[in-house]
């Protein structure tokens, strides 16, 4: 399938064709297709990815050994996305056809305007080469978080305060509403109390139906800001033209898809009761 | 609104939430205000048409033209925005480079749209094991996030034109089968889909002429909407070196050659970036006010 033999670029220039044939049956691509297919799955089974030129072997513990830069950039991303997309999305509800409203509604065009890694280069620009606040590449302490999450955060930041905004108008309007004002609850006690809990479930819908995203996105910030992460990885592989370790992080993104979509699933029932019984 | 130019939001257009609340309460944006976002974002489209077109006539310099003795050179009166790393016109590099963006978007969405609708339409028509078949294929290409899936099969077929567009198309061709064939299901049991059926129109035509006007409406939204993503997985492609090979002035491959330089001319990184930004906000501009205006479920 893919092109460019792998027995002929792994032996090298100087190889000579005996060489490169003993490495080829020596890495089992003189076997037939549908062997080496269900070969393959036998050892995907039993976590054996294949033979990495990398890593000269297994490619799943250096993978493993990756995963947890990329799950942190992930869960600040995700933090963040909570701490500045909720309140900003409240705000704008209950400043409704006011400044905040407008602020808000302009910023968010913009952020789904800009490709991520080019906001993380104009951080770059502004904090570290201009101020020298940042570190601008690499991962040395929390400093070296920031504009990495910033970057991969500022889109679902900008989704989750539209979705919040539009779903608070919506409960804003509702009759529980109305009893909560008239059994004299000022506006803040009747937001925080009553309708941030409905105003919640959006968020989490956000967050799930944009995983591919922070997945997808997290391999190009990886990338610009020299993330030791697996994103990172596997543009290096993609270079080194190492397709069994492109494989294995491909998978890998999969999994990590499939396991958040089920977490989103699990933490939708918890929010929201009224599903507990559908 | 659902997410627009989402980078990789798998059920654009089909899971809206927050559209549907903002409406009722009123807070949608008059019709007028959605009739300026679309002459805005279609006025700045032309605009990029136009420098796509006429590129090379426009550009004051060649787009590979090099300077070498005004080398990473910051805004002058001959080079407005500069130059770059081997002496070359910022400005030219950037009006050239439309065409690349612009057509790798444009022919990814158009391909999209047509193999997706053409799978939504048999999918949803036929029901049965042929909906079972190609509805297991595309939840399968759903599983692999979008930007995620561009880049392995970028890496596959190796950067380059072909590559990219390949890549995006495919990323985009499941979600357009789903909406397209959620679509169909709804119109197939209508009274004139059976009445062309019972007459003996043959399938083919009843899909042409009897279901595919009721999901056009649709697939010009989605469509329109999508053009703003492919614009941002062809830079992303472009940034991490799988999309179109330098010296071809594309815009992400043009940010990526310049983050080596950012500490000595941040100038290099601030046009591209712009002109991709630009572009993206006028496909989403212009495809929610084409929504706004086409779905009558919207004009509450």
Known sequence: MVPGDEATLMAGATASQADIDLLRARLGLDRPLVEQYTTRLAGLARGNFGYSSTFRGNPLPHVLARLPATMLLMATAILATVLLGLPAGVLAAVAHNRWPDYLLSFLVVGLLAVPNFWLGLMLIVVLSVERGWLPSFGFSGLASLVMPTIALAARLVALVARMTRGVMLEELAKDYVRTAHAKGLDTAAVVARHVLRNALIPTVTVIGLQTGYLLGGSVVVERLFAWPGIGDLMINAIGARDHTLVQAITILFVVGFLLVNLAVDVLYVLINPRLRHA | ?300
């Open chain 2, 1 to 300: 609104m659902p997410e627009s130019g989402g980078g990789a939001d798998l059920y654009a257009g089909w899971v809206d939430p927050g559209g549907v609340g903002a409406q009722t309460a009123g807070a949608g944006p008059t019709r007028r205000r959605r009739g300026a976002h679309m002459l805005l974002g279609g006025g700045l489209l032309v605009g990029y048409v136009a420098l796509a077109a006429l590129g090379p006539w426009l550009a004051p310099y060649g787009a590979n033209e090099q300077d070498l003795l005004g080398v990473l050179a910051p805004a002058s009166a001959e080079h407005w925005l500069g130059t770059d790393q081997i002496g070359r016109d910022l400005l030219s590099r950037i009006v050239v480079g439309a065409r690349f963006t612009l057509t790798a978007a444009l022919v990814s969405v158009i391909l999209a749209a047509s193999v997706g609708a053409t799978v939504g339409l048999v999918a949803g028509y036929f029901g049965g094991r042929i909906d079972g078949g190609l509805m297991a294929v595309a939840d399968l290409l759903l599983t692999v996030p979008n930007l995620i899936l561009a880049i392995a099969i970028a890496s596959v077929i190796g950067a380059g034109m072909t590559g990219l567009i390949v890549a995006t198309t495919t990323s985009f061709v499941a979600p357009v089968a789903r909406l397209i064939r959620g679509r169909v299901l709804e119109v197939r049991q209508e009274d004139f889909v059976q009445a062309a059926r019972a007459v003996g129109v043959r399938d083919a035509r009843i899909l042409a002429r009897h279901v595919l006007p009721h999901a056009t409406t649709t697939l010009v939204i989605e469509t329109s909407l999508l053009a703003g993503q492919a614009v941002l997985i062809g830079s992303a492609l472009g940034f991490l070196g799988l999309g179109v090979r330098p010296p071809a002035p594309e815009w992400g491959t043009m940010l990526s050659g310049g983050r080596e330089f950012i500490e000595v001319a941040p100038h290099l990184v601030v046009a591209p970036g712009v002109a991709i930004s630009l572009l993206v906000f006028a496909f989403n501009v212009f495809g929610d006010g084409l929504r706004d205006r086409l779905d009558p479920r919207r004009h509450a």
